[in-house]
């Protein structure tokens, strides 16, 4: 994968799929300071020892993966420095995210809508007489459905 493609996957997409976009996943005026400097050469070996988490295990414990963040500026602050979390305690912040994300949900709104029947109009159709009446009879004495409309009726 590129690059600038990786970028847009693991930055711009996904913020806009937590309908937080443009305050993240871009480099812009207004937007949040949040930059992360990836080393893709960096080899390394997942453990629970080495993570910032309290628990005691990790599912991918001893796993051998490729690159890792080596410098994170958040909010225009170095948080992490050559792979070492710097961050103090309380320096997070909440995002509010609105609900109903338009990149996820207006394409199943389209798609939904796609499947719906349409009405289809036509003027050459007889339609139903509801306010005439329910039943007439024809020269040969047959009773006729309502919508009658004076075409004649043979039947064989």
Known sequence: MEMTRYVEVTSSAAAKLLNLYPRKGCIAEGSDADIVVWNPNNIRTITQKTHQQAADFNIFEGLKVTGAAEFVLCGGKIVVAEYRVNAC???????EAPTWPGLCYDKIQ??????????????????????????????????TPRGYCQQEVFNK
């Open 110 to 143: 389209e798609i939904d809508n796609k499947d719906q029947p349409t009405h289809v109009e036509r003027e050459d159709v007889p339609t139903d007489d509801v306010n005439g009446p329910v039943e007439t009879k024809d020269k040969l004495g047959m009773t």
């Open 89 to 95: 305690p309380g320096s997070g912040q909440f995002i």
